[in-house]
């Protein structure tokens, strides 16, 4: 095989074999295929696209270009997976309350990526937090808590990595069949038995068209289940932030918030409704009613705070988090609201604007060598259908200096629109792709 062959034969139509695709992912991992023959790759398929058959191929060689890991707990490996939003920061709750009720998870989680936070930087906000963790330590703290969120290490689906490097830069981000691909092989190098997808559309999502994001869901049901790993997903509303916060360190004080008993939000009713979903992927539940039931009780209890707690002092983060994380997470030295400059109902709310409004605050990266600061973003986000007097806030900003919360309020003020008359506001899951 080689790759010219390969190239050519997508670019005219034809479906690769799997075998062809396996050669074309190691080849991507031990460099026989070249950044000017995966762009080429890319391009044959974002135009010609590999069908279903030739999608499931991709994404198992890619996921086998590299370590693939295998457990031997006495309950189901399953995970959940979101394609991003703002104020998402279902992972912090999700994972300890899974693990809380007999399932193991070890969460392989990314950075900020365009508007979106990353579950990383969020967990780094807290202090001595380390993401990187070697497969022994890995194993180690899922062993013992149930659950660790972790980066991928270097030898998980390097294909990918090569991959979306070059797609990055070639204009081939946008496609099922890559997205697809590039999604399960990390998730699925982790070994899981059963994982919950959060599809998300709206305003503050990557994908904002309902139909695009339909595609995509079923999409990766199809393609994971056909891989072996029994997989359902959920379409969501990202209309407006799931959590009232935005910024690394806000978000983790938010998530904080839940596992607490202190809010009972939008982020506390999806991490509920993806834990009932991922609990019967499990085996732990016959319902996703019954195990909803059983997520909540695990937050009730306090259960799923304590592994959270574990979970962190296990990864280098303070042994007393659970009790003093106020203490613990940093501060902006300038805080101030954005007053509402009229009265009337919050009626739509432009996600992306907000969300890079918070990465000008230093919340996210501009370029890859940028160092983000934990302290800054936005809390306190009036919801869709929240009435406001005219000087009341809207939100409240979180800044490094007051030039900068001087530029958010102008950018913020943009992105928020305030009508005389409510609006309806859309339900929280939309559909839902059953496996």
């Known amino acids: 095989m080689d790759a010219r062959t390969i190239i050519a034969g997508i670019r005219d139509g034809h479906t690769p074999s799997a075998d062809a695709l396996q050669w074309f992912a190691k080849g991507l991992a031990d460099g026989r295929v070249s950044d000017a023959q995966a762009g080429a790759f890319a391009m044959a398929v974002v135009l010609k696209g590999l069908g279903d058959a030739g999608r499931t191929a991709l994404t198992m060689a890619m996921r086998d270009s590299g370590k693939v890991l295998q457990w031997h707990c006495d309950g189901p490996v399953i995970d959940k997976h979101s394609t991003g939003g703002i104020g998402d920061c279902v992972s912090l709750v999700l ?31 807290i202090p001595g937090l380390q993401t990187t ?7 180690d703290i899922v062993g013992r808590v149930g659950c660790a969120i972790v980066s991928a290490s270097a030898d998980m689906a390097p294909a990918d990595r090569r991959l979306y490097a070059v797609r990055d830069v070639t204009a081939t981000v946008e496609s099922l069949d890559l997205i697809t691909a590039s999604i399960l092989s990390k998730k699925l190098a982790a070994g899981l038995q059963g994982l919950v997808m959060d599809v998300k559309t709206g305003s503050g999502a990557f994908m904002k068209d309902a139909g695009a994001a339909r595609a995509l869901a079923t999409a990766l049901v199809d ?35 839940v596992l607490t008993g202190q809010t009972h939000g939008r982020l506390f009713d999806l991490s509920v409704a993806l834990g009932g979903q991922a609990l019967v992927l499990g085996g732990l539940a016959d319902t996703p009613k019954a195990g909803e039931g059983q997520i909540q009780a695990a937050l009730a209890s306090g259960r799923a705070a304590d592994r959270f707690a574990r979970m962190l002092a296990d990864m280098g983060g303070p042994k007393d988090f659970a009790e003093h994380w106020q203490d613990h997470l940093p501060s902006a030295p300038v805080i101030r609201d954005l007053p509402a400059p009229r009265a009337g109902y919050v009626t739509a709310i432009q996600g992306e604007a907000m969300g890079l409004a918070v990465i000008a605050l230093g919340g996210g990266r501009q370029v890859e060598r940028d160092i983000i600061n934990p302290a800054v973003g936005l809390d ?36 928020i629109t305030i009508t005389d008359e409510a609006a309806s506001v859309s339900p929280l899951i939309l559909n839902q792709v059953p496996g």
């Open 223 to 257: 393609t994971a289940n056909a891989a072996g790993c029994r997989t359902t997903a959920m379409i969501t509303d990202m209309s407006q932030p799931l959590a009232p916060a935005l910024g690394n360190g806000l978000e983790v004080a938010e998530a904080m918030r």
């Open 95 to 125: 994972a300890p309350a899974l693990a809380a009720c007999g399932a193991y998870v070890p969460m392989i989680s990314g950075r900020g990526l365009g508007h979106t936070g990353g579950t990383l930087d969020k967990l780094e906000a």
């Open 133 to 139: 963790q070697s497969e022994a330590r890995l194993r």
């Open 380 to 415: 306190r986000v009036a919801p869709l259908g929240a009435y406001r007097e005219k000087g009341d806030p809207l939100l409240r900003i979180h800044a490094a200096t007051p030039e900068q919360a001087d530029r958010a309020t102008k950018a913020l003020l943009n992105a």
